[in-house]
């Protein structure tokens, strides 16, 4: 099969459609056919070589896809050969052909296009898992989304909005801060014009904000802690402004915060199966039925994935970016 590998060199590797091994799958394991792929803003950085792939996880890009089974484990039941599916993946998305765990598959309607199905499970499953599970985010409470119009951002608005929470995001452009307001943001701000900690202090009369869910780390963390009412949740989920920085602990203490740090690709089997499974029972149905939706930035044919990478570096990107991987026969 093809899939594409990463050439090494400098900076910003370039990426190439390759002839490789075919994936063997396992006995609870399917092998699908890929039609569809997405970008993950952790693909930019395993390419550049600081983001390796989990032990035992394909060393090929791509963190889901959406396809047809093409062959099925001996112990599999419940899946056929010509199903369509999608799945989260620890690796490997961006080729021909994947071997998935039966337990991982979402099995996708048949009015979906492959496209669609591919750009849900990362960010849905990442928003859901750190939202939901991590921050015990609650009917009625309020939740700042940094990042809003990023995958992962167009993800939380729409599961947080349907979950009965106020919802406000940050965001680089004009542009996106629409986006987010349409998507489901009571406030949208753009934090390159204003700063976002002052206007939700005084949207909120000074109460702030019950979680929040983080990938910028560093660069915000005073203003996140400040804004935090009693017992809330700051869950970071990467550090785009930086790692390091300093704690009051003694703010922590007295109005009870929780930090929470949270990665998803490493998370064992079962833990996958279980958010996975958490995430189908409350919000697969509004899926099918079109009142949540993964938001398409765009789609690019698999041979112009460098150009594809080009858009997130430069966060052009509102929502995803989808790899098509092959026509559909
Ligand atoms: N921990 C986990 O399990 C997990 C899982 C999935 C994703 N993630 C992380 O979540 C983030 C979103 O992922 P994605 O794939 O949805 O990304 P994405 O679509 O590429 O969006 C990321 C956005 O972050 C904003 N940004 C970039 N650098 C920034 C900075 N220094 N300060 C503030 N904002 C910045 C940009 O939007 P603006 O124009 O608005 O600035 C950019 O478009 C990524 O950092 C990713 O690594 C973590």
Redesign the pocket.
């Known amino acids: 099969m093809k899939a594409i590998v990463v050439q090494t060199g400098p900076e910003n590797n370039p990426l190439a459609w390759q002839e490789v091994a075919t994936p063997a799958y396992g006995e609870n394991e399917v092998l699908v056919d890929i039609y569809a792929t997405a970008l ?3 693909d930019l950085l395993q390419r550049a070589g600081k983001y390796p792939p989990p032990p035992g996880a394909s060393e090929i890009l791509g963190l889901e896809m959406a396809g047809r089974i093409a062959a099925v484990g001996a112990l599999v039941t419940g899946w056929q050969v010509g199903d369509r599916v999608c799945a989260l993946l620890p690796g490997g998305g961006y080729a021909e052909q994947v071997n998935v765990p039966s337990q991982m598959l979402m099995r996708i309607p048949e009015n979906w296009a492959f496209e669609q199905a591919a750009a849900i499970p ?2 849905f499953l ?1 928003a859901f898992v750190n939202l939901f599970i991590e921050a015990n985010l609650q009917e009625g409470e309020t939740v700042l989304i ?2 809003g ?5 167009t993800a939380a608005i729409q599961l947080a909005k349907e979950a009965g929470c106020r919802v406000f995001v ?4 004009d542009e ?1 801060v629409v986006r987010c307001t349409k998507l489901g943001a009571e406030l949208a701000i753009n ?1 390159k014009k204003e700063d976002f900690a002052e206007r939700i202090r005084d949207d909120t009369v000074g109460e702030g904000v019950d979680v929040i869910l983080d ?2 780390g560093a ?1 915000y963390f005073e203003r996140n802690v400040r804004l935090l009412k009693l017992r809330g949740r700051l869950v970071f ?2 550090t ?2 930086g790692a390091k920085t300093e704690i009051n602990l003694a703010e922590l203490m007295s109005r009870r915060l929780r930090l929470i740090g ?4 490493s998370r064992s089997l079962a833990e996958k199966i279980e958010i996975k499974q958490r995430f189908m029972n409350r919000f697969w149905a509004l899926l099918e039925k079109g009142t949540i939706q993964p938001i398409i930035d765009s789609i690019y044919p698999i041979g112009q994935v460098n150009e594809a990478c080009q858009r ?1 570096a430069q ?1 052009q ?1 509102i929502g995803k970016i989808v790899l098509r991987v092959r026509e559909i026969d």
Do not use: D, F, P, Q
Request: glycine share 16%; hydrophobic share 40%.
């Open positions: 993950n803003r952790a990362e960010v990442t940094h990042g119009a990023s995958g992962v951002g940050t965001a680089g452009t996106k934090y990938m910028v660069a989920i990467a785009l402004g949270s990665v998803l690709r997130m966060n990107n």
